[in-house]
Structures are given as C-alpha cells and as structure tokens.
T-cell receptor
Framework: QKEVEQDPGPLSVPEGAIVSLNCTYS??????FMWYRQYSRKGPELLMY????GNKEDGRFTAQVDKSSKYISLFIRDSQPSDSATYLC????????????FGKGTSLLVTP | DSGVTQTPKHLITATGQRVTLRCSPR?????VYWYQQSLDQGLQFLIQ???????AKGNILERFSAQQFPDLHSELNLSSLELGDSALYFC???????????FGSGTRLTVV
C-alpha cells in the first residue's frame, strides 16, 4: 500500500464549476502538505503549502488538511479551461529531510 | 522559468550505457532533490543533498548515484541503463527547510 493515495481520475467538469480533489495518507508523521499542478509532463508547480491541520486560501484555491482523518483536499472555485492539468498532492516530514511523498495525481479537464 | 535549470532536456541512449543529468538549483537554495517520474509509478523520490552532503535517500537503485558540488549544482549518474529506466527525471531545490520545493523542467530519458 502506497503511503499516499489519490484517485487518478480523469475528472471532467464544465467551466465555472467547483472542483474537489482529495488525497488520503497512512503515515501520521507527515507534517507538511502540498498541492502541485503539472501540465503535460512539465515540471510540477507548487500551488498550495500547508503545515499541519487547517485551511488555507489563495485566490480561487483552498487547501484543507484533516490530520485526524489523514485526509487532504484542494478546492478550485470558478474553474477555468486553463486549470486543466494533473494535480498532485504531496506530503513530508522533518524525519526524512522533507523528501516529498507524492500521490499519483488526478487528471482534471475543464471544458468551456 | 522556475529558476531550477536541468540539462539536457532530452536524452536517448542504449541499454547498458551511462548518462549524467545535471541540475542547477535556484539562487540561494542549498537543498537539491532528485525525482523520477514514470507513468506507472508516479513521482518517486530518489535522493537529497544539502549543501554538498547526502541528506536523505529514497528508492534509488544501486546503479544510480548523485553528488552535489561546492557551487551547489548537482549531477545524477545513471549507469548500466535498462529499458525500465526510461522516465522523466526532475530536480527540485529548496532552502532546506520545510517549504515547498521548486522543480526544474525535467530531463526526459529514453533507453532503447
């Protein structure tokens, strides 16, 4: 069993919809939680970074972490065709030098 | 441009050969991470260097090695290449603390 599980999708939504992306994990030692966006096998781009439990908002993006349930989410409001990409969750802890454990990514398609 | 430079962008080589991938981190970043991305395994952590010293090791094969030089650039050496080593290889850099990394655009390795 992988430490980080993520539904690969694909997920297809109409423009303007609210998108919900999720990951579960098994390692309770994870402290830092991130979401990356990756276009067409380019380098992943950091979208959101959260430490421990709680919510964080940045523009149209909201990240939520629930450590008690070992569950993290990314919400995208007013989704745009330019949001079409693969979204990767990632997490780390200080014990492993902050090496990131990634989910396999969810492929998102926003249709006009 | 993320500030992390990886060369070459593409590499095609034969089985049994050896290649070297190069990474220059963002200015000021002391930590360099190497990741392998394949279609079936997703992004897998290989190895981390911090200010010239190995800090953490992931699922790195014995045929692979890396180092970080005094000017902080890093090289990933892959030897006795097999078809299964074909993948995208990403380098990422950070300050070495807990924050999210910045990824380079990757080297696409094809072993034929």
């Amino acid at each position: 069993q992988k430490e980080v599980e993520q539904d690969p999708g694909p997920l297809s939504v109409p423009e303007g919809a609210i998108v919900s992306l999720n990951c579960t994990y098994s390692n309770s030692a994870f402290q830092y939680f991130m979401w990356y966006r990756q276009y067409s096998r380019k380098g992943p781009e950091l979208l959101m970074y959260t430490y421990s439990s709680g919510n964080k908002e940045d523009g149209r993006f909201t990240a939520q972490v629930d450590k008690s349930s070992k569950y993290i989410s990314l919400f995208i409001r007013d989704s745009q065709p330019s949001d079409s990409a693969t979204y990767l969750c990632a997490m780390s802890n200080s014990n492993s030098g902050y090496a990131l454990n990634f989910g396999k990514g969810t492929s998102l398609l926003v249709t006009p | 441009d993320s500030g992390v430079t990886q060369t070459p962008k593409h590499l095609i080589t034969a089985t049994g050969q050896r290649v070297t991938l190069r990474c220059s981190p963002r200015s000021g970043d002391l930590s360099v991470y190497w990741y392998q991305q394949s279609l079936d395994q997703g992004l897998q952590f290989l190895i981390q260097y911090y200010n010239g010293e190995e800090r953490a090791k992931g699922n790195i094969l014995e045929r692979f090695s890396a180092q970080q030089f005094p000017d902080l650039h890093s090289e990933l050496n892959l030897s006795s290449l097999e078809l299964g080593d074909s993948a995208l290889y990403f380098c990422a850099s950070s300050t070495g603390r807990s924050g999210g990394y910045t990824f380079g655009s990757g080297t696409r390795l094809t072993v034929v």
